[in-house]
């Protein structure tokens, strides 16, 4: 019998289908890479249908001679273009790699086939050749797809490459059967690859694919269905045959007996098969309405965020033994931007949160869709591909199967994040229809903890705010105590002064007008009236001092000088008061600062009032130490310490502002040298002024006031060798 006509029909039929497939696709807008290499497998699958018509003896021999020979070239050239089609499909890294080898084969092949088209037959066995190339190819593309299946964490890649494994088998088989020798499973390639063309373009066209498990599954219920019928039937028919003569029963009774037998077998059985059937399907043995209803529940009283992430998804992994979740938090950016922030339940995820542009895609499709968003979208649907990079790698290292939006009054205030079901299945829609109702009922609860949450926050800030409020004015309020005090110690500063000064005046007038004043006394009582006035004098001069430190800065005069000098100058008039209280001074390191540019004057001033204190706070016995070092190329180091009474760490930044003094005012004296003698509290705003004015910085460090322990109090003084107007450049270690 002549095969050839079957295979020419064969042939135009498998032709037309693979001419519809190229140009369903060559009709497409915006090819996809996918859709473009699925145009040229097509196209080389046209021209392999031709070759295989044109093999037919109809033709011309030397027609038929050329298509026998390119025909292997062609397979060739399809098995490397449903390779690198296979490598761009499933996303793997070596495709180009897989190209360019493929392609520089089917090249070579096709040379060596031109080249040897005379020779008959060719000198080397090009079939052969071509054959054993094929298969290597074929080996490669079935087992990237098996190290595929095997790999893949997620449900819907998994079942990608199922698919694509479905598109392949007919498609090689096409290929092999060609590439027999015999010529009528030759043309049923042609078939075969035609049956593959079609799951071919399905794949390439939509990213999302028929969830192949269970497509399987209900083909495999169908099938067991009719085995079962035919199974029934069958006993019927044969159960007849074989008891009629046994029974004392006629063919036609004992049929309808057997028919109802197997008919009452017949819908148990059914019914517990598609039971069975149903449950491989669904994989979920539960009542959702109990389970939504317990958790709607549980759920009522929990304010806490963590442990309303905990109790969501140990429900859904008891449910769907999911062993990876969080719950995503959408908190307010203040900006269109939305943060989510995850609060892991289940397994490990990743705490980093992501910013999502109002422009993303990702976020337009939580926003605009109710409907659950599956990682693999995120990874293949086209218009969600557009999404910045940074997002959809967050995703995917959130390593998540599919994200439910959790909306409060329509607005989205979260996501739930949910990875791989136990059973390794897609989420059919029984149980996306389950989560979303879980997704809607925890809206409220989370609602609801975010507001306490926010609570707690803006109630721990409230409380933080408060006891920054209250050290404030704790602040104000020992400096406006300062200005008062200094109201009652300016008026005693001035008054003792000026009453000693006019009492010596009174004296000196009534003696000058009974003209009983010998020399002597009278220079005495000069004298008397010169001490109040120098005094008077001080105080004045260090009131307009800080208020002229207040307006504008002090006006400073730089010029070249010696920190040993400047200091020895600003010692000299308190050395006899220091024998006096019997403390002991200890200079040191002074000789070794290099000359400085400063304001002799006001440094000596700012050295005096220091050295002041230190006496004025130190008890009769003690010491006052004051060293010098360098610090950097820039800045060198005064200390001037004491072992004196030591100031509160409270009031050791105080003692600088203006009118501040520690301790009662009541318990002042104006003594300058006296024990705890104090003037109006300027002398530190004073010195820091001076320092300050001359670009450097002061601080004091002491372990507190105490008046039995003395301990002490050291003021640190750094300044540049260049004195300048700008901020302290020098940075105190630790201190910012
Ligand atoms: P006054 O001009 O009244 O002396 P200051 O501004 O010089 O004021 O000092 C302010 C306060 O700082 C003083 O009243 C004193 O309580 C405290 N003080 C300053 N120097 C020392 C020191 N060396 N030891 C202890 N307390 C000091």
């Known amino acids: ?7 020419a029909g064969i042939g135009i039929i498998a032709g037309l289908g693979h001419l519809t497939l190229f140009v369903l696709i060559l009709f497409r807008r915006d090819k996809m890479m996918g859709e473009r290499l699925a145009l040229l497998y097509l196209g080389l699958g046209l021209l392999w249908g031709t070759a295989v018509i044109l093999i037919a003896p109809v033709f011309p021999p030397a027609v038929a001679e050329l298509a026998g020979r390119l025909a292997p070239v062609l397979v ?10 296979t490598c761009s499909f499933l996303e793997v890294s070596w495709l180009s790699t897989a190209a360019a080898a493929g392609g520089t084969w089917t090249v070579i092949l096709l040379l060596a086939t031109l080249y040897f088209l005379g020779a008959t037959p060719p000198p080397i066995p090009l079939q052969q050749v071509a054959q054993g190339g094929w298969a290597v190819i074929a080996a490669i593309l079935i087992g990237l797809l098996a190290t595929t299946l095997v790999r893949s964490r997620l449900a819907l890649h998994r079942n990608r490459a199922l698919y694509w494994l479905l598109t392949t088998v007919p498609l090689i088989a096409g290929q092999a059967f060609s590439l027999l020798p015999g010529g009528l499973l030759r043309g049923t390639g042609t078939l075969f690859h035609l049956a593959g063309g079609i799951i071919l373009v399905r794949g390439v066209t939509s990213y999302w694919l028929p969830n192949i498990k269970a497509k399987l599954r209900s083909l495999l219920r169908l099938f067991l269905l009719f085995v079962i019928t035919a199974i029934l039937l069958l006993g019927v028919v044969l159960g ?61 009283a929990i304010l806490n965020l963590d442990q309303l992430a905990r109790t969501v998804l140990h429900t859904v992994a008891e449910v769907l033994g999911v062993q990876q979740g969080a719950l995503l938090v959408a908190i307010d950016t203040g900006t269109e931007k939305l943060r989510l922030q995850p609060i892991s339940g289940l397994g490990r995820v990743s705490q980093v949160p992501v910013e999502l542009d109002p422009a993303s895609p990702i976020l337009a499709r939580i926003l605009e869709d109710d409907d659950p968003l599956f990682q693999y979208e995120v ?87 408060n006891k920054s409020l209250r050290a404030a004015y704790e602040r104000l309020e020992r400096l406006d105590q300062g200005k008062s005090d200094f109201l009652t110690i300016a008026s005693h500063e001035l008054r003792t002064p000026l009453t ?98 400063a304001d002799t004057e006001r440094l000596c001033q700012a050295f005096s009032n220091l050295v002041s204190n230190g006496i004025k706070f130190t008890p009769d016995g003690g010491r006052i130490t004051i060293g010098a070092h360098p610090l950097d190329d820039e800045h060198f180091k005064v200390t001037i310490a004491d072992t004196g009474v030591g100031i509160s760490s409270i009031d050791q930044e105080l003692i600088f502002e203006k009118f501040y003094r520690v301790g009662s005012v009541n318990l002042h004296s104006s003594g300058q040298s006296k024990f705890k003698g104090a003037g109006p509290g300027l002398g530190l705003p004073i010195v820091r002024g001076v320092v300050e004015g001359h670009g450097g910085c002061i601080w004091v460090e002491s372990e507190g006031c105490d008046e039995a322990q003395c301990p002490g109090s050291t003021f640190h003084i750094v300044l540049p060798y260049e004195a300048h107007r700008d901020p302290c450049r020098w940075k105190r270690p630790g201190n910012g």
């Not at 000058?512 to 010998?518: D, M, N, R, S, V």
Request: negative net charge.
């Open 379 to 465: 990874e293949q649907h086209p218009g969600l591909q557009k999404a910045a990079p940074w997002e959809r790698d967050w995703l995917r290292d959130l390593e998540m199967e599919v994200y439910l939006p959790i909306r409060s009054q329509g607005d989205l205030i979260g996501l739930l994040a949910l990875g791989p079901q136990g059973t390794g299945e897609p989420y059919d829609p029984r149980a996306t229809e389950f989560l979303s109702t879980l997704a809607q009922q925890t809206g409220v609860a989370l609602q609801n903890a975010r507001l306490f949450e926010s609570l707690l926050d803006r109630n721990a800030r409230i409380t933080e705010l």
């Open 240 to 300: 007849a045959e074989r008891f009629s003569d046994q029974l004392p029963l006629s063919h036609t009774s004992l049929v309808v007996v057997l028919a109802v037998i197997a008919a009452l077998i017949y819908l148990p059985l059914y019914q517990w098969l598609q039971r069975l059937v149903n449950r491989l399907l669904a994989g979920m043995g539960f009542d959702p309405a109990q389970i939504l209803r317990e958790y709607s529940q549980t759920i009522g």
């Open 500 to 597: 000693q000064m006019r009492g010596y005046l009174e004296v000196l007038i009534d003696m000058a007008q009974t003209e009983t004043l010998p020399q002597e006394q009278t220079l005495s009582l000069a004298e008397s009236i010169a001490r109040p006035t120098r005094r008077l004098e001080h105080i004045i001069g260090a009131m307009i001092d800080a208020s002229e430190i207040d307006a504008e800065g002090l006006t400073l005069h730089f010029a070249p000088a010696t920190l040993e000098s400047t200091m020895r100058t600003a010692l000299k008039p308190w050395l006899s008061a220091l024998k006096e209280r019997s403390i002991t001074l200890t200079v040191w390191g002074l000789e070794d600062i290099a000359p400085i540019h």
């Open 76 to 85: 060739t050239a399809l098995v490397v273009t449903q390779l690198v089609l």
């Open 1 to 7: 019998m002549e095969i050839w006509p079957y295979m």
